[in-house]
């Protein structure tokens, strides 16, 4: 099992930029899959952006061309550099770890490993 551990968030206003930053440690980090979700109030948990080992970068469709994933595996680290920020991009954001490679790289069921969270509100 892998520990996550996600920092970065906070509150900004409309039209600005945040990077959030994740540390995995307890398991070599750059073979992994990994992806930024985040869920809203009421909300289902999505996918924001996903990198594979060999630093391909997927991401959803109301981030792209805004957001930006990253890693640095001598740092074991995945970055979300986010820019033109919406109001509608507040949601708590988690760090995963893809374990399953049955599925859709978009499905939180195939990631097994979490972070807690950290939180973007987005001023209007």
């Known amino acids: 099992q892998v520990l996550l551990v996600e920092s970065g968030g906070g509150l900004v206003q409309a039209g600005g930029s945040l990077r959030l930053s994740c540390v995995a440690s307890?398991?070599?980090?750059?073979?992994?899959?990994m992806g930024w979700f985040r869920q809203g109030p009421g909300k289902e948990r999505e996918l924001v952006a996903a990198?594979?080992?060999?630093?391909?970068?997927y991401y959803g469709d109301s981030v792209r061309g805004r957001f930006t994933i990253s890693r640095d595996n001598s740092k074991s680290t995945v970055y979300l550099q986010m820019n033109s920020l919406k109001p509608e991009d507040t949601a708590l954001y988690l760090c995963?770890?893809?374990?399953?490679?049955?599925?859709?790289?978009?499905?939180?069921?195939?990631?097994?490993?979490w972070g807690q969270g950290t939180q973007v509100t987005v001023s209007s």
């Open positions: 990198i594979d080992g060999g630093h391909s970068t």
């Open positions: 307890g398991r070599i980090f750059s073979g992994y899959d």
């Open positions: 995963a770890c893809r374990t399953s490679y049955r599925g859709s790289r978009y499905s939180p069921s195939e990631y097994g490993d």
